[in-house]
């Protein structure tokens, strides 16, 4: 497994498209690691983080779009 930073751990840069592509890179490495080892828990701990820093910047919408991607791929 692959040491994953949390999405709400990552402090948006103010530029909405890099945080938006910081956002889906890490979401396909989440979905990577939940597939590989089963555990669909990774990414339910990133929602739960997520919704628990209370913020919606770039980084967390990319993150949304990247695991909708994911689901409808």
């Known amino acids: 497994m692959q040491n994953l930073k949390a ?4 402090l948006p840069s103010g530029n909405w498209a890099n945080d938006n592509a910081t956002g889906r890179k890490l979401a396909a490495k989440y979905v990577a ?3 590989t080892l ?9 929602l739960r983080g997520i919704a628990n ?6 980084v967390e919408v990319g993150f ?6 994911a689901v409808l791929s």
């Open 64 to 69: 949304a779009f990247g695991l909708a991607g």
């Open 33 to 35: 690691d939940a597939r």
């Open 7 to 10: 999405p709400a751990d990552i």
């Open 53 to 58: 820093a209370g913020r919606w910047t770039g």
């Open 38 to 46: 089963n555990d669909p828990c990774l990414i339910n701990a990133a």
